[in-house]
Each structure stands twice: as structure tokens, then as C-alpha cells.
């Protein structure tokens, strides 16, 4: 067996942001991608957003790429979300999103700014969010 402690911090808007997301639809697609996570032992430490993107900090297992982790969480709640009606248009995911490592020594400042989301967009957009994200991580577009 093989012991691997790797956290990563990621990030997924709605389609063209568009603002899909309210408290009370997040709070059901939150509680529904924890529970998904779970039976696809998948860890989630913490798991928040605003009404047009979500950030999780998640345990990256030793047998699992980044990529199927996010698409069991990102692209499976999506499907979720539209077979159960829960927005009244269908909804959509960007097909983008970021991810970085997070090291032990900045979890707690890391889990404070997922659990503050609603506070932090009182002042930032998501689009001022994502550059400002990109820019601290070295992460440039190509296309």
C-alpha cells in the first residue's frame, strides 16, 4: 500500500459565469459532489463557492490523476444537477479549471479562504479571482 499525502486546491466556474449557482442550489450541489466524493473515495477537506464557481481543497489519492478526480466531482455534479432539475436552465460547467498543490504549512490559511467565499466576492469578482489565481501560481492560457 501506498501512503501519499497530496492537496490540492481547485477551481470550476459555470459555464460563461453564468450565476447559476444561489446559496440555496450551492448548498444541495455541495452537499451532493461531498457525498459522490465519498463513495468514490475521493477526500474533501473543504468544498465552497459563490453563484458562479465552487473551490474544493481535496486529498489526491495515490491511483488517481488529477484530471478523473475533477471529472468525478466537476463533470459528474453537472449531470447530477440537470437529471434532477435542480436549475431551471440546463446547467454547464466551464470546461476549464484550476488546480494547484497546497503545501501542509498553508492549509489553514487555504481552508479560510474556501470557507469565506461569499465575504471575499463582496469585493472580487470570479474573472478578477482567476487572474489573480493564475498569476500567483505561474499559470498562463495557451490557445
Not at 474556501?114 to 469585493?123: F, L, P, S, T, V
Amino acid at each position: 500500500m501506498s501512503y501519499v499525502r497530496v492537496w490540492i486546491h481547485a477551481v470550476w466556474g459555470t459555464k460563461n459565469r453564468e450565476p447559476l449557482l444561489t446559496k440555496e442550489i450551492r448548498l444541495q450541489v455541495i452537499d451532493h459532489i461531498r457525498a459522490n466524493a465519498k463513495e468514490k473515495q475521493i477526500y474533501i477537506d473543504r468544498l465552497n463557492g459563490y453563484t458562479d464557481h465552487l473551490h474544493c481543497l481535496f486529498g489526491l489519492n495515490a491511483d488517481r490523476a488529477i484530471a478523473k478526480t475533477m471529472q468525478l466531482m466537476k463533470g459528474e455534479s453537472a449531470y447530477w444537477i440537470n437529471k434532477e432539475k435542480i436549475t431551471l436552465l440546463t446547467f454547464e460547467r466551464a470546461d476549464e479549471y484550476y488546480a494547484v498543490s497546497v503545501s501542509e504549512s498553508d492549509l489553514e490559511r487555504v481552508r479560510a479562504y474556501i470557507d469565506n467565499q461569499e465575504e471575499h466576492h463582496k469585493r472580487r469578482t470570479f474573472a478578477e479571482e482567476v487572474a489573480e489565481f493564475m498569476q500567483k501560481h505561474g499559470l498562463a492560457r495557451h490557445g
